[in-house]
């Protein structure tokens, strides 16, 4: 069965000074990296989610489809909403979702997390001392529920926490790295 992949992109990028999806990775923008490394790890399709100066992204990236978040200034959960629905007339019965801000994350990372995807299941990665990241994987039985209980900036992360011992949690700390760019000084050196 096909999953999909669900990127959140949408943020301003306030602590680091410009949208994340504007950074410059390796001669390209940081959204067409992660966008690729969802292509790469087989999704279908690869749903984008874009709102700060989404204009000015769409413009400079080239990305598979996009979403623009009219309310993205409320936070994550209101882009993983836009995502979600989005994917509702797909056949998809998972989608993998990443965030941006991860340039250390690996088309393994998300085959890993994504085997044996169904409709029912719930998985995330996990990394150095059993910390809990991304990509996720949320069965499609869940993404009515999962857009419910994404406010804020908190995502599906209150979801899976009261799904316990349901979520498969997926050692990828070999294969990726979960540092995220939130700081001008953590974005230094990224296009080289």
Same mark, same amino acid.
């Given at each position: ?36 490394? +969802? ?11 874009? %709102? ?5 992204? *769409? ?5 598979? &489809? ?5 309310? !993205? ?10 995502? +979600? ?7 998809? &019965? ?29 998985? *995330? ?7 809990? %990241?991304?990509?996720? +994987?949320?069965?499609?039985?869940? !993404? ?41 000084? *953590? ?6």
């Amino acid at each position: 069965m096909a999953t999909a992949g669900l990127l959140l992109a949408a943020g301003a990028g306030r602590r680091l000074g410009m949208p994340k999806a504007l950074l410059p990775y390796r001669g390209r923008l940081l959204v067409e990296h992660a966008a690729d490394v +969802l292509t790469t790890a087989g999704c279908r399709p690869v749903v984008v989610v874009l %709102g700060a100066e989404a204009d000015r992204v *769409q413009a400079r990236a080239r990305l598979p &489809e996009v979403v623009v978040n009219g309310d !993205w200034a409320t936070g994550m959960g209101s882009s993983l909403r836009a995502g +979600l629905s989005a994917l509702t007339d797909d056949t998809a &019965e998972a989608a993998v979702v990443t965030l941006v801000d991860m340039p250390g994350l690996t088309a393994a990372a998300v085959r890993r997390v994504a085997a044996d995807a169904t409709a029912d299941c719930l998985a *995330q990665a996990t990394y150095r001392d059993g910390r809990r %990241g991304h990509p996720v +994987l949320l069965g499609r039985l869940h !993404w009515p529920a999962v857009a419910h209980a994404a406010t804020g900036d908190r995502g599906a992360r209150d979801y899976l926490r009261a799904r316990g011992d349901t979520v498969r949690l997926v050692p990828c700390a070999d294969v990726a790295d979960d540092t995220d760019i939130d700081l001008p000084e *953590q974005a230094v050196g990224l296009d080289a």
